[in-house]
């Protein structure tokens, strides 16, 4: 779905609803992983090319942690990101050499990497994911079990581009850019099991419950 490409943009309308310790997934590919934990960190991971054959999933930088507290400013007080049942607008990008995490178009932090060259995304990987849960095995019995997050998720959408604060602040409002839209899910059927990507591309989902 996103492989090989060195620009990336993930946004969604998301709402917190509730606190549990267990990670909230937004969402999960075999390139990218967008979390939110209990404790108001951001959790944005990405798995970059290596330049071997197929998808290495070691080459996740899992320590790249997103919090906002680390950065303080005159806004700050109005993207408390964690407030409860509050609707934001939360946006991750990748350029090959920095990730940042927006709310409401305001770049919340950022961490650069000092890398020989641009990074682009693992290639090779399989087109598959999942959207606000993770799946974890059984302590006893070893079978899967779908945790969901404690959040509500509405119109996410994965760009193969670094959309900046202005294009942000468009999805937001429904106004969706013609080129590099990799899927986009409402997330607003309200009944049956397909989540449909209206992309194009054909990247539909299913709900779990």
């Known amino acids: 779905m996103c492989g090989a490409g060195q620009g990336l943009t993930v946004g969604a309308w998301v709402r917190r609803t509730g606190w549990s310790w267990d990670p909230g997934t937004i969402i999960e590919t075999p390139w990218f992983k967008l979390r939110v934990y209990s404790t108001n960190v951001w959790r944005f991971e990405l ?56 709310v409401n178009g305001h770049r919340v932090v950022q961490k650069a990497y000092h890398l020989e060259g641009p990074r682009p995304l693992e290639s090779g990987c399989p087109a598959t994911g999942q959207i606000g849960y993770i799946r974890v095995n059984d302590s006893e019995t070893g079978e899967p079990v779908y945790v969901g997050a404690d959040a509500s998720i509405r119109h996410l ?53």
């Open 47 to 102: 798995n970059l090319e290596d330049g071997e054959e197929g998808c290495v999933d070691e080459a996740f930088f899992s320590d790249f942690w997103m919090q906002s507290e680390l950065l303080v400013d005159d806004g700050m007080d109005k993207l408390n990101i964690s407030t409860m049942n509050t609707w934001s607008y939360v946006a991750a990008t990748w350029d090959g050499h920095t990730a940042a995490v927006f």
């Open 157 to 209: 959408s994965v760009w193969g581009d670094v959309l900046d604060s202005e294009a942000q602040l468009d999805l937001a409002q429904g106004l969706l850019p013609n080129a590099s839209l990799v899927a986009y899910w409402p997330l607003d059927e309200g009944s049956g099991q397909v989540a449909h990507d209206l992309s194009g591309h054909g990247h539909d989902g299913q709900y779990l419950e």
